[in-house]
């Protein structure tokens, strides 16, 4: 099983800053199947990125999504009040998807 | 507009038996994967189990393997999660996830808003 490893756990930025999100996978994350996901107080996760960089229908341009080696990262260029949330990675390379801890991302 | 609706939760004793349902409508679910995922309130996600379009692939969390088994129907649009053995732990918000593609290597570019499940005698 691939394990997910998400830092920092709690992020605490203001609006209009950057955000940094990273996600380590324990091995190697086949063919950059890896997504993002943000989720929100009382609601569902929604889709952010997947395969490592693509933005979902919809995303804004200030979510970017990276990868080198065994490490992805999720960048979010100008912080909106609308962005603090929790924020997961998740990789589908392997037959068993596994998800990673979560990164809360809260108003400074 | 895809919608998940999941059912069939609610409050069992260990050891007892019950059935999720997700009821699917706005995309045509016979060509795409289908996932459950579930989440202890205020905790991460954690996935749980997934069926391919056409049921041949079938994969589970180690955590459930050999007491929950699921299930699709394609000509009723739906998915299943039968949870045998239940146990306390796993009590979680069980959401219904909707694959990108229709393989079993896939991201959730849908999810239903959950059903509870609390395991507690």
């Known amino acids: 099983e691939i394990v997910l490893t998400q830092s920092p756990g709690t992020l605490s930025l203001s609006p209009g800053e950057r955000a940094t999100l990273s996600c380590r996978a324990s091995?190697?994350?086949?063919?950059?199947?890896l997504a993002w996901y943000q989720q929100k107080p009382g609601q569902a996760p929604s889709l952010l990125i997947y395969?490592?960089?693509s933005r979902a229908t919809g995303i804004p341009d200030r979510f970017s999504g990276s990868r080198s080696g065994t490490d992805f990262t999720l960048t979010i260029s100008r912080l909106e009040p609308e962005d603090f949330a929790v924020y997961y990675c998740?990789?589908?390379?392997?037959?068993?998807?596994?998800f990673g801890q979560g990164t809360k991302l809260e108003i400074k | 507009e895809v919608q998940l609706v999941e059912s069939g939760g609610g409050l069992v004793q260990p050891g007892r038996s019950l059935r999720l349902s997700c009821a699917a409508s706005?995309?045509?679910?016979?060509?795409?994967?289908m996932h459950w995922v579930r989440q202890v309130p205020g905790r991460g996600l954690e996935w749980v189990s997934g069926?391919?379009?056409?049921?041949?692939?079938?994969g589970y969390a180690d955590s459930v393997k050999g007491r929950f088994t699921i299930s699709r129907d394609n000509a009723k649009n739906s998915l299943y999660l039968q949870m045998n053995s239940l146990k306390t732990e796993d009590t979680a918000l069980y959401y219904c996830?909707?694959?990108?593609?229709?393989?079993?290597?896939?991201?959730?570019?849908?999810w239903g808003q959950g059903t509870l499940v609390t395991v507690s005698s």
């Open positions: 996830a909707k694959g990108h593609d229709y393989s079993n290597y896939v991201y959730f570019n849908y």
């Open positions: 706005g995309f045509t679910f016979e060509d795409y994967a």
């Open positions: 069926i391919s379009w056409n049921s041949g692939g079938i």
């Open positions: 091995q190697s994350v086949s063919s950059n199947y």
């Open positions: 395969g490592a960089s």
């Open positions: 998740q990789q589908y390379g392997s037959s068993s998807v596994t």
